[in-house]
T-cell receptor, first 110, second 114 residues
Framework: GQSLEQPSEVTAVEGAIVQINCTYQ??????LSWYQQHDGGAPTFLSY????GLEETGRFSSFLSRSKGYSYLLLKELQMKDSASYFC???????????FGQGTELSVKP | ETGVTQTPRHLVMGMTNKKSLKCEQH?????MYWYKQSAKKPLELMFV???????ENNSVPSRFSPECPNSSHLFLHLHTLQPEDSALYLC?????????????FGPGTRLTVT
């Protein structure tokens, strides 16, 4: 089975850098994704790591280490609009379904 | 017409009612999904359809009944629900089941069971 752990809340200051961690125990998966969800909105895709290492897209970066069972999402130059919930998710390699962590609520303060 | 749409956006129903949620995707995707999102809980996968065929039923009670008439439309039929079924129901689609296949979510239906 799959199990993903994230901190429930993170607070940071506008303009700063914040890292949101995701640790997992899994029997096997294709890759790890990160999604953003604003309050009352739909989750939207941010990044995907199929291989170990760092993927960068603008102000967002995501890192994966399969050997350590660990991923993180890095947000740079934080803006107020980055206040949202962030979910890590793995695609199970038996059936292909996406399994989500419980989400981290990021609050960006002025 | 963009992305994934869901109707209604809000629904209040009694425990004896029957209602249906509708999802439509305009992305030409082959896979569609229903998720349940309760407060402070992870998204829970309910059903998966691939090329109109149901490939996953994640131990969902029979009071939830999915229907996928074609690869663009997905329904969730509801009957005799319980108050604990109150949640945000999200529909999503993806091109396929490959590891990198991004899921696109609809805005969700906020369901309240009274």
């Amino acid at each position: 089975g799959q199990s993903l752990e994230q901190p429930s809340e993170v607070t940071a200051v506008e303009g700063a850098i914040v890292q949101i961690n995701c640790t997992y125990q899994t029997s096997g998966f294709y890759g790890l994704s990160w999604y953003q969800q604003h309050d009352g909105g739909a989750p939207t895709f941010l990044s995907y790591n199929g291989l170990d290492g760092l993927e960068e897209t603008g102000r967002f970066s995501s890192f994966l280490s399969r050997s350590k069972g660990y991923s993180y999402l890095l947000l740079k130059e934080l803006q107020m609009k980055d206040s949202a919930s962030y979910f890590c998710a793995v695609r199970d390699n038996q059936g292909g379904k996406l399994i989500f962590g419980q989400g981290t609520e990021l609050s960006v303060k002025p | 017409e963009t992305g994934v749409t869901q109707t209604p956006r809000h629904l209040v129903m009694g425990m004896t009612n029957k209602k249906s949620l509708k999802c439509e995707q305009h992305l030409g995707h082959n896979a569609m999904y229903w998720y349940k999102q309760s407060a402070k809980k992870p998204l829970e996968l309910m059903f998966v359809y691939n090329f109109k065929e149901q490939t996953e039923n994640n131990s969902v009670p029979s009071r939830f009944s999915p229907e996928c008439p074609n690869s663009s439309h997905l329904f969730l039929h509801l009957h005799t629900l319980q108050p604990e079924d109150s949640a945000l129901y999200l529909c999503a689609s993806s091109q396929d089941f490959s590891g990198s296949s991004e899921q696109y979510f609809g805005p969700g239906t906020r369901l309240t069971v009274t």
